[in-house]
């Protein structure tokens, strides 16, 4: 009897690991910097946000590619809000503008640049 409720227990713990790992939101900056205002114009957006519960990656100022994967990466991680540095892509990119709009769409708050959509 003890064994079959250590397993459901053991699984539940795991998965409560799991999902304490993930972050809430995600900033993606062109230098550590940057970070912390990223992470509080997120935080005034979502006031039980914690600066613990926020990512931060690192990319290349005007790289597209690697913007991409970062924003790839965000996604995958299920967070709903991104904060983007205003260096790490040129405005006009139709290929960024498009990913942007699509994550807007789906819910998920990006601060930090002006696109059209």
Known sequence: MKKLFLVPFAAAALAGCWFMGQPKAVVLVTDQARAKSLMTALQLQNTGLQESEIAVRLVKKNDPGELLEGLKWAAGKGVKAIGLDKDAYAPGDLQIEAILKVLKDD????????FAG
């Open 107 to 114: 819910g998920i708050y990006v601060a930090g640049v002006e």
